[in-house]
């Protein structure tokens, strides 16, 4: 053992450069409380926060009641009943869209099942309530939080693409294609 060796572990070397670390950050204090009602921290762009159902910009939905977010869930969440539009049997729609939120994991697999992108996660995330029941979401509620959180609606499909509109029999008021 070499004499400066023998210093170091004499006077506790280890010991004094961690405490001089630690009293570096001691007087360096500066707070990064933030008031949180007030202040909130700003959250990533991949956030996955609540569920919400989205609309077109006409305001119709874009739900077509197919199942398949149901079917995708792991913890059997969401419950979708479908119908038909009468009148027009190509057609359907989700005459009931529930969520239980209480049991969701916020895993997104429902949004990635969607074919038409009917479901959208939020980056609300303040759902604290005193009675669970209230976090059973109905479709208005499921609409409501997908007109706060997705304000800019695209066109329907049929708009979007006049060939659709074209070749498409079920939907009688869409113009057909110039030529």
Request: aromatic share 12%.
């Amino acid at each position: 053992m070499t004499f400066k060796k023998w210093i170091k572990s004499l006077i506790f070397f280890e010991i004094l450069m961690g405490m001089k670390e630690t009293m570096k950050h001691f007087l360096n204090y500066r707070p990064i409380t933030l008031e949180y009602p007030h202040v909130k921290k700003s959250l990533p762009d991949n956030y996955r926060g609540m569920l919400g159902l989205l609309r077109y910009d006409d305001g119709t939905e874009k739900c077509v009641g197919c199942d398949l977010c149901e079917a995708a869930c792991p913890s059997r969440v969401i419950r979708v009943v479908s119908a038909e539009v009468p009148g027009e049997p190509t057609k359907r729609y989700a005459k009931d869209y529930d969520m239980d939120m209480t049991r969701c994991l916020f895993c997104g697999l429902c949004v990635q099942a969607c074919p038409v992108d009917a479901l959208g996660m939020s980056q609300e995330f303040e759902w604290a309530v005193y009675d669970k029941r209230h976090l059973q979401l109905n479709k208005q509620q499921l609409l409501a939080i997908g007109d706060r959180a997705f304000p800019e609606r695209e066109k329907r499909l049929e708009f979007q693409h006049p060939n659709v509109a074209y070749f498409n029999v079920s939907f009688k008021d869409i113009p057909e294609k110039e030529c």
